[in-house]
Structure formats: structure tokens, C-alpha cells
């Protein structure tokens, strides 16, 4: 189960600004709360929760298969894939299961001491696992090595050596431990009380974290976690799960299908509209505009543009071919403007791929009409290089090249 203090708070409403929301309700009945996600690519994910619920999508969350183990009834808190058929699933019953082929089978119990909290993985071979205990991997999941006897509630890691971890401190009490050995010592850098119970820790870079809990509680370090801004403070709201996407947009969620999210780096916060109504656990974003958020009575919800903060300019006027111009400028820092005209209505997909190939982001996917349309592209997280931009419509499909330089 899930470490929440319970508290019996009467529901305000507050003055807010709202945005149109963009998240699609994949999973309309009810079910069994889902504590955790993963999705290793745009078409396959899982999830985890109550009840030894697990459940896998190979259509982008479409349709979703039941694959939960027959005859247990175990609570499971956290899901990670490291690809399609690779993956960890942390247990309330104080083990870790693993999976080579899917979910179809799971591997012989690993045993923890204490209830599985939280998996995080750096790479394919390292990865960590909090619980009344810190547990890591180097293996891929092989073998589990415990290496801090403290206990620990989400953990993540920057690197190799820099890592965070949250912890409830008792009577009210909270706070943030930062480890520069890989999780073998930590050394507190934020303390709340009151109440004001953090839940998750998310940092961008050496110097650029955020952290969401309860009491409406989010807070902002730019120098490393020596000093915190408090940027929010609501005591009708709770946050259980943050993601940023890049240093200045990012989303919290929690109690209620309360939802906020900042893109001037939590100097504002507005609701989003259109979230189901409950207890919201986890966010997970696979590129800089797909996401979902998973949480209570079984609720998936999914965007394919950043909820809504991808915006796409359109001009509909006659065109007699397809055209996909050079992006401007390039070389670009760290957003740059594509343009593409179609002469017919029809489904667009604008892709970027890494000077490998692998795609990193899909800022146009949806029915435009024949016209000029152009987008802005933000690639805030990635780092210098070149990439390709591909436009994909009926029967016509253009590659270009553009360059980052930060």
C-alpha cells in the first residue's frame, strides 16, 4: 500500500486560471487503483496497482491486456521496462519480479526487506529500488545488491553517483536526501513539516529540481538543492506525482484528479480541466509531447501534445503539393519554428529523430486541413547535435536535416 498519510480535509474551491484539457480518457469503467506506469515506446506499456493488477498495451494504450499473475492478490507499487519485453515490477510482499518476455512469465521472487516502493533505472544494466531499504542493480536486474540500510519512499538519479531519494520523517515531517556515491551515503538538503509531506523528487540537472507533496506543497531549487523556493502552498490540494519535460514545463498531479502544470518554471501554475476524478500516482512522458497519468479506479489518461502546450498555426488556403520547408532558424537554441503545407485534409505525423535514428519526438500527430501549418519545436532536454524532421501524409513523406547547438 501506498505510504499516504490520511487526512479528512474539506474541499475548497479556489480561484484559477484553467487550461482546455488535451488528456484522452483511456480506460473508461472502473477497475482496481494503478499505483505505476511505464512505456518503453509509444505503442507498448504497463501498468501496475491493487490487487496484483498488471496490465500491457501494444497500441498506445487503445486497448489494454490483463497479464496480472494467477492466484495472488499482491498490492504492486511500481513498474519499470527497459524495452519491450524487459522489465521490474516492486511488491508490497517485500520482493521484486522480473520479466524477459513481456509479462508472460515473471522470474522467481527477489526478496526486499519491506514493502517495494519505488524502481528507478539509469540504463539497461543499473538500476535501484527503494523500500524500508535501498536495493541496486548492475546486473539488469539479476541480482539485487542492498546498499543503504535507511529507509526510502521515491528515489532518482541524475547519474551514476547523483542521486535523490524522499522520505516521511514522522509526526508531520519530511524531507529530501541527496547521495553523491551512488546511494551508499545520503545527506539531507530539504526538510517540511506541518504536514507538508513530499511525495516525489524529480531533478533536470546538477542545479534544477522540483518537488510535489502534500498540502498543496511544491518547491523549486536552482543551485542543487542548497535552497528551496516554495511556489506553491494550497492546503485543499495534495500531489503524489510530478514531471517536468524540459527545465521550465511540467505537471503535478494528485488528490481528486487535481492537476496543475507551470511552463515558466513554476512561476505560474494553472489546473488542467478534464481529469478524472481520483488519487493520481504517477506521470510518465516518453518525448516532449506524449504522456500519461495513471491513478486510482483504474484511471489512464493519455496526450499526444503536451496537454494542449503544443500548438500547432494553421492557415487553410488552396495548396497544390505537399512542402516541407527548413526549419528556422538552424541552427536553433533551444526551439526552432517548422512549416509544412498539405493541398488535402488528411492524418499528419511530424516526427524527429536523433542523428541515430531514434526518434525523440512527435510534436504533430492529428487531422489537419489543406493548408500552411507551422510548429514550434523545444528541445530544452536534448543535447547538442543534428537531427531529421519527418512529415508523413497520405502518399508523401520528406525528410530534412536541422542542427542543435547549445
Not at 524495452?83 to 508472460?104: C, K, M, P, Q, W
Not at 513539516?193 to 523528487?201: A, L, R, W
Not at 511544491?218 to 538543492?225: C, H, L, Q, S
Request: overall charge neutral; glycine content about 10%.
Amino acid at each position: 500500500m501506498k505510504k499516504f498519510v490520511i487526512l479528512f480535509l474539506l474541499y475548497g474551491l479556489i480561484y484559477c486560471n484553467e487550461l482546455s484539457s488535451q488528456w484522452i480518457n483511456q480506460h473508461p469503467t472502473n477497475s482496481f487503483n494503478i499505483f505505476s506506469c511505464s512505456f518503453p515506446n509509444s505503442q507498448t506499456g504497463y501498468v501496475c496497482g491493487y490487487g496484483n493488477l498488471i496490465k500491457k498495451t501494444t497500441n498506445g494504450g487503445l486497448n489494454w491486456i490483463d497479464i496480472s499473475r494467477p492466484g495472488t492478490a499482491d498490492n504492486l507499487n511500481s513498474v519499470w521496462f527497459l524495452n519491450d519485453l524487459t522489465g521490474y515490477i516492486a511488491s508490497t510482499e517485500s520482493y521484486i519480479l522480473r520479466t524477459s518476455d513481456g509479462g508472460i512469465t515473471w522470474s522467481e521472487h527477489f526478496p526486499i526487506f519491506g514493502q517495494g516502493q519505488k524502481l528507478f533505472f539509469l540504463n539497461s544494466q543499473t538500476g535501484w529500488c527503494s523500500s524500508n531499504r535501498l536495493y541496486k542493480t548492475t546486473n539488469a536486474g539479476m541480482n539485487w545488491e542492498l546498499i543503504s540500510n535507511e529507509p526510502a519512499d521515491d528515489v532518482t538519479f541524475l547519474n551514476g553517483t547523483t542521486g535523490y531519494r524522499t522520505k516521511y520523517t514522522g509526526s508531520g515531517n519530511s524531507q529530501i536526501d541527496k547521495t553523491t556515491d551512488g546511494g551508499l551515503s545520503w545527506l539531507s538538503i530539504h526538510t517540511t513539516s506541518e504536514f507538508k509531506i513530499m511525495y516525489d523528487v524529480q531533478f533536470l540537472n546538477e542545479q534544477t529540481g522540483y518537488v510535489c507533496g502534500y498540502r498543496g506543497y511544491v518547491a523549486k531549487t536552482t543551485d542543487g538543492g542548497a535552497n528551496w523556493e516554495v511556489q506553491r502552498n494550497v492546503m485543499e490540494d495534495a500531489y503524489f506525482c510530478l514531471k517536468f519535460i524540459n527545465v521550465n514545463t511540467g505537471w503535478c498531479a494528485g488528490e481528486n484528479g487535481k492537476t496543475i502544470v507551470t511552463t515558466n518554471g513554476g512561476t505560474n501554475w494553472n489546473y488542467v480541466s478534464g481529469i478524472p476524478f481520483g488519487r493520481l500516482l504517477e506521470i510518465e512522458f516518453i518525448n516532449q509531447n506524449t504522456g500519461w497519468i495513471v491513478g486510482g479506479f483504474g484511471i489512464i489518461v493519455k496526450t499526444e501534445n503536451a496537454g494542449g502546450l503544443t500548438k500547432i498555426i494553421s492557415n487553410e488556403e488552396s495548396i497544390t503539393n505537399y512542402t516541407l520547408s527548413q526549419n528556422y532558424p538552424n541552427p536553433f537554441n533551444p526551439q526552432t519554428e517548422i512549416s509544412f503545407s498539405i493541398p488535402n485534409d488528411g492524418n499528419i505525423n511530424l516526427k524527429i529523430y536523433n542523428s541515430t535514428g531514434e526518434e525523440v519526438s512527435n510534436p504533430v500527430k492529428t487531422f489537419l486541413r489543406k493548408g500552411t501549418h507551422s510548429v514550434t519545436f523545444y528541445a530544452g532536454d536534448l543535447p547538442s547535435g543534428i537531427y531529421f524532421y519527418k512529415l508523413e501524409a497520405e502518399k508523401f513523406s520528406e525528410v530534412k536535416k536541422m542542427m542543435l547547438i547549445k
